[in-house]
């Protein structure tokens, strides 16, 4: 790992007030003797996002599971809400919902019971409203009893998406979120990625459709091989990967 | 690792608890697999020894507790299917969930399997073994109580470690069985006391050594559940 590509940091983020919801300093994680990522620096405030490219095995998806806390890093610091994630990973993550590759739900649980096993967890009140509510924005609405076997994909990741929404996180990580998507659905998750930065959530979003989501986010990260190669704007992110590659 | 207090694990486990029963009961038709393995095997057991009824008698609470192991490999890993097959467990673990209420909440649904195993496997057993409780019911119960609680939480954790391994189905007895000989044999000995009866008065020995290695695997256990999920 170089040193110089290991001290590249995020520009500070345009909005001035207050403190950083998130803060990665020098975060990385290694398998055996291979760095998956290695040395990445980042800030996040509220109401903000950022869009972090890069080909296959570059890191992106450790990169997110270090920000959603499942996975340690083995250097590094991670700030999340004045929270340092090594002390106290339970206090941060009441701060944090994930959407990943898998939906993360029970196949043989209706649609309306899969949001009631988060919401219990969480002791939320009135779940089955709220529950009800989310479904209804996610497009599930009338499917509250169908189980999650019968869904499609796309529905499951509807769903995924609902309870993300029902978590009501201030930091939000999406992992491809227009996998399995139909045309609809994308238009879907372009709408919800601009009302989730509306309401003042941080989002942090991993995907190789850089190019469709690049002008709709703040930030834009590259990662290669585990390493950060270029911090910018989002909408210069693809033209940046493009340099990249060619070199 | 975690400043949950040990108050605020319970709403969760409860939650944890609830949501594997239910998974439970609609996964019936694995369920009904189970107990259907188990009284073959205790049926087995029987056939292989012969109309021997003072052998089968003899040994009856070995055959026993034989069965209920065997099955608890296959209600084990069944039941960490269902949270490998989307990631659901990951998913659990993106949620301000305390680990230790995950680990509870998963092994007492585990325990609640295997009683309810138990609680047909025992008359079961007294008719192809020919025997009967001529000693305590009341040790009987506590034997059934710990030694499937000492089955569950062990397996509860090596089952969520192995569940995503290649060869899970072998791996899974091969750890737990080792583990496991204490529990084994302390429950044999006094189911055996119960059915055939308690001269020299051991019972109370063998219920101790059960109770102080569910004092053992339930403490350490959880404990060690986090790191097991993030592997």
């Known amino acids: 790992m170089s040193e110089a590509v290991a001290t590249i940091e995020q520009p500070p983020e345009p909005l001035p007030n207050g403190q950083p919801l998130v803060i990665g300093s020098n975060l990385g994680r290694r398998y055996g003797s291979r760095w998956a990522l290695a040395g990445a620096n980042l800030q996040l405030r509220s109401g903000r996002s950022l869009l972090i490219g890069g080909h296959n095995g570059a890191g992106k998806t450790t990169l997110l599971r270090i920000l959603a806390t499942t996975l340690r890093p083995t250097r590094g610091e991670l700030i999340i809400d004045g929270i340092d994630v090594a002390r106290d990973p339970i206090a941060a993550r009441q701060r944090i919902g994930m959407l990943a590759h898998q939906s993360g739900l029970y196949p043989e649980l209706t649609a309306i019971e899969n949001l009631r096993v988060v919401g219990r967890l969480l002791g939320i009140d009135a779940v089955e409203d709220r529950a009800a509510a989310m479904l209804k924005r996610v497009g599930l609405g009338g499917r509250e009893r169908d189980r999650l076997r019968e869904f499609s994909a796309g529905m499951r990741k509807r769903l995924a998406f609902a309870k993300l929404l029902l978590q009501?996180?201030?930091?939000?990580?999406?992992?491809?979120?227009?996998?399995?998507?139909?045309?609809?659905?994308?238009?879907?998750?372009?709408?919800?990625?601009?009302?989730?930065?509306?309401?003042?959530?941080?989002?942090?979003?991993?995907?190789?459709?850089?190019?469709?989501?690049?002008?709709?986010?703040?930030?834009?990260?590259?990662?290669?091989?585990?390493?950060?190669?270029?911090?910018?704007?989002?909408?210069?992110?693809?033209?940046a990967m493009g340099r990249w590659m060619l070199r | 690792m975690s400043t949950t207090k040990m108050g605020a694990l319970v709403p969760q486990i409860l939650g944890i608890l609830r949501k594997d029963l239910a998974l439970?009961?609609?996964?019936?038709?694995?369920?009904?697999?189970?107990?259907?393995?188990?009284?073959?095997?205790?049926?087995?057991f029987s056939f292989a020894v012969g109309p021997n009824t003072q052998k089968l008698a003899a040994h009856a609470g070995g055959y026993l507790w034989l069965s209920l192991l065997f099955a608890s490999v296959l209600a084990l890993s069944g039941s960490l299917r269902e949270e490998t097959e989307e990631e659901a467990l990951e998913s659990l673990m993106l949620l301000p969930v305390d680990p230790r209420a995950l680990f509870f909440g998963k092994a007492l649904a585990n325990s609640v399997m295997l009683w309810g195993l138990a609680a047909i496997l025992v008359?079961?057993?007294?008719?192809?073994?020919?025997?009967?409780?001529?000693?305590?019911?009341?040790?009987?119960?506590?034997?059934?109580?710990?030694?499937?609680?000492?089955?569950?939480?062990?397996?509860?954790?090596?089952?969520?470690?192995?569940?995503?391994?290649?060869?899970?189905?072998?791996?899974?007895?091969?750890?737990?069985?080792?583990?496991?000989?204490?529990?084994l044999v302390a429950a044999v000995n006094v189911t055996q006391l119960c059915f055939a009866g308690d001269p020299m008065q051991q019972t109370n020995s063998w219920l101790s050594l059960l109770a102080v290695f569910n004092l053992v695997y339930w403490g350490i256990c959880p404990l060690l559940y986090g790191r097991v999920i993030e592997a």
């Open chain 2, 123 to 183: 008359p079961l057993s007294f008719a192809l073994y020919h025997t009967h409780v001529t000693g305590s019911w009341i040790h009987l119960i506590l034997a059934l109580l710990l030694g499937c609680g000492g089955l569950a939480a062990p397996g509860t954790l090596y089952a969520t470690m192995t569940a995503r391994a290649r060869g899970r189905d072998v791996l899974l007895p091969l750890l737990l069985f080792p583990l496991v000989v204490p529990v």
């Open chain 2, 24 to 44: 439970d009961w609609y996964g019936r038709g694995r369920v009904l697999a189970v107990f259907a393995f188990a009284a073959t095997s205790l049926l087995l």
């Open chain 1, 168 to 239: 009501d996180p201030q930091l939000v990580l999406l992992d491809e979120p227009y996998g399995q998507l139909d045309p609809q659905g994308f238009d879907f998750v372009d709408g919800l990625l601009k009302s989730l930065v509306a309401e003042g959530r941080a989002v942090v979003v991993v995907t190789h459709l850089v190019e469709r989501v690049a002008p709709q986010l703040h930030s834009g990260l590259l990662l290669d091989g585990g390493e950060m190669r270029w911090t910018g704007v989002a909408a210069e992110l693809p033209a």
